[in-house]
């Protein structure tokens, strides 16, 4: 069965400490790997990964896929009252040729202490 | 930019009563989701559409039911209500290309079965 899993489940961290993020998955068929940041509605798109080993970054947050571990990484350093939220990962399968069909994890529910 | 329009944001539903969750995006997207979201638990796919007149079930279709007659609008549709179905849901969409992708959300229906 296809799955993806992020640790830790939450984390509580002073403005100003850098964070790491993980997500690891288990998927046939890989396509993509999607990091989103989820505060009090919708999810928000922050990373599409589909190669390894090349970093994507905006501002302080940066993340990473390693296809061979299968697992990806969401760094934040800096951080802000603002970062606290759930992360989420989820993971694009290819399933037959049907598309979009993302496997997410559970998240990463980040506080930042000011 | 409207995106992806979900109505209700706010419900609370009779055990045993009936709703239409309402989801239309103006993206000319191919693809649309349903999915809901439960406290610590993640994303969960309900139902998703490849295009219009066509549709599938997700991990969770128990209870629900979709039908997709446009490009723009993909209704859940909940017959009997319960309140196991207790939970935020989120529309989404995405482009039909030929790789990876990338899903735009709704800003969620809060719904409570009592």
């Known amino acids: 069965e296809d799955k993806v899993v992020q640790s830790p489940l939450s984390l509580v961290v002073h403005e100003g400490d850098t964070v790491t993020l993980n997500c690891s998955y288990e998927v046939t068929n890989f396509r993509s790997l999607l990091w989103y940041k989820q505060e009090k509605k919708a999810p928000t798109f922050l990373f599409m990964l589909t190669s390894s080993g090349i970093e994507k970054k905006s501002g302080r947050l940066s993340s990473i896929l390693d296809k061979k571990e299968l697992f990806s990484i969401l760094n934040i350093t800096a951080t802000q009252t603002g970062d606290s939220a759930i992360y989420l990962c989820?993971?694009?399968?290819?399933?037959?040729?049907?598309?979009?069909?993302?496997?997410f994890g559970k998240g990463t529910k980040l506080s930042v202490k000011p | 930019n409207a995106g992806v329009t979900q109505t209700p944001k706010f419900r609370i539903l009779k055990i045993g009563q009936s709703m239409t969750l309402q989801c239309t995006q103006d993206?000319?997207?191919?693809?649309m989701y349903w999915y809901r979201q439960d406290p610590g638990m993640g994303l969960k796919l309900i139902y998703y559409s490849v295009g219009a007149g066509i549709t599938d079930k997700g991990e969770v279709p128990n209870g629900y039911n979709v039908s997709r007659s446009t490009t723009e609008d993909f209704p859940l549709r909940l017959e009997l209500a319960a309140p196991s179905q207790t939970s935020v849901y989120f529309c989404?969409?995405?482009?039909?290309?030929?790789?990876?992708?990338?899903?735009?959300f709704g800003q969620g229906t809060r719904l409570t079965v009592v």
């Open positions: 989404a969409s995405s482009e039909a290309t030929g790789w990876a992708t990338e899903a735009f």
């Open positions: 989820a993971v694009d399968p290819l399933y037959g040729g049907s598309q979009g069909n993302l496997i």
């Open positions: 993206m000319n997207h191919n693809y």
